[in-house]
């Protein structure tokens, strides 16, 4: 198998559905295990893989092999798996709170590791993931892992000591953007917008202000200027944000959720 995967759930999904649609790896050279019987059912039928409840096996036959555990098994996993694991195998792990210190600690040997940090907008192909090899890894490994994780977005290379800035900046920020739809969306609603309409109106702008960001290299203070008339409707809400906290707020949000993840 090229590719292995301990643990089958969304953040898995759609990493082996990115990779699978892309063409870099075949379904049939794909291998995952997960203790749910369900799980596993799930991913066979969804991505055409090859499944078993046998984490072992998976370590075994893989070339990659993708730790996608919740954070809390990991230990319990790696010390199942760690002596299947070889020299040359490549582990990546999408763990926060996990550091390559501590995971190479758990192997009880040198093993190549990238460490990484996706978030959920893999799903529709459109996530942001942080990469961070050990050295153990060579240029030629470092760079495959990249194709694999530019699968279902867009990724890249950061110091460790960033991890737990990346998880609060796009780990986490989906769950602060979907908030924010939520909340325009309902103060469409109170001025009459059916709801349905509000989701889409409020979920499209967020979706192109973000596209003007990534594709015109504009500074984000820039583009919010033009839209800023003056004496106008914008400025007036810009004015009520900036007065109830909205960047200290979101700035504190952030520093909490990175305050997490470097205690995890």
Known sequence: ?????????????????GIIR????????????????????????EH??????????????????ILSVKPQ????????????????????????????AWLEEQFQKP??????????????????????PNRYVTDEEKDYALELLGAFGRVEIVPERLIDAVVAVSGSSPAYVFMFIEA?????????????QAYQFAAQAVYGSAKMV???GKHPGELKDMVCSPAGTT??????????????????AMKACADISRNL
């Open 184 to 196: 325009m969306a309902d103060a469409a609603v109170s001025e009459g917008m059916p709801r349905p």
């Open 22 to 45: 892309r063409g870099i790896i075949a379904p049939e050279e794909i291998i995952g295990s997960d203790i749910s019987e369900a799980g596993r059912e799930r991913a066979g039928k």
């Open 235 to 252: 400025i007036e809400a810009v004015r009520v944000l900036e007065e109830r906290g909205f960047r200290s707020a979101v700035i504190e």
């Open 214 to 216: 990534m594709e015109t």
């Open 73 to 100: 098994f990991y230990a319990e996993t790696i010390a199942e798996i760690r002596d299947c694991i070889r020299e040359e195998q490549l582990i990546i792990t999408i763990a926060p709170g996990k550091t390559l």
């Open 1 to 17: 198998m090229k590719l292995g995967f301990i643990g089958t759930g969304n953040m898995a999904g759609a990493i082996m559905g």
């Open 48 to 65: 055409g893989i090859q499944v078993t409840a046998d984490n072992r096996r998976a370590a075994k036959e893989s070339e990659v092999l």
């Open 111 to 132: 093993v190549k590791i990238v460490r990484t940090m996706p978030n959920t907008p893999a799903l529709v192909g459109e996530g942001m993931t942080a990469a961070c």
